[in-house]
C-alpha cells in the first residue's frame, strides 16, 4: 500500500512542475531557511494544493478540515504542525524528507535526483513547484 502511495504521488506531478527548472536550496541543520521564491506564499492556494488530490498529502495525513472525509493515517496528523515547526523545518520535510529521515514514507516533493521507479514522464520533474512549496508551508504555518 505505501509502495503504490509513493508510486501515485511521484506520478502527479503537475503541468507547472513539469516545465520548471529547480530552484537551488542550501539546508541548514534540518531546515531550508530561506523562501524558494521570491512571490509571496499563499496559504489559500497552499490548502488547496494539501487538501487536492494531485499532491496526494490527505493520502497520507490527517489534516484538520472538517468537510475533508478520507484522510491517510500512514504519516502524522498536520493539526499543530505549524506550531511544531519553523517555516524553514516545514519546507524541508515537503522539498525532501529523506534528509530528516531517511525511511520516511513521504516522498521529496521538490527533489529530482536519486529517485527509484519514476515513470519516463515525470522523471526530472518534482512534484510541487516552488512556488507551490511555498504556498503548502504557509498553508501548514497556520495550522497551530
Known sequence: MIARTLGFAVAVASAAAA?????????????IRAPLTRAPAD???????????????????????PAER?????????????????????R?????????????PMPPYYRVDDLQQVAAAYRGKPILTAQEVEDVVAYLQTLR
Open 19 to 31: 516545465a520548471q527548472t529547480l530552484v537551488p536550496y542550501r539546508v541548514d541543520g534540518d531546515e
Open 43 to 65: 496559504a489559500g492556494r497552499g490548502r488547496a494544493i494539501v487538501i487536492g488530490r494531485d499532491s496526494s498529502c490527505v493520502l497520507c495525513h490527517v489534516v484538520p478540515e
Open 70 to 90: 478520507a484522510m491517510g493515517n500512514v504519516g502524522p496528523p498536520l493539526a499543530g504542525v505549524g506550531a511544531r515547526f519553523s517555516a524553514g523545518q516545514l
Open 92 to 104: 524541508l520535510r515537503i522539498v525532501d524528507s529523506t534528509r530528516i529521515n531517511p525511511a520516511t
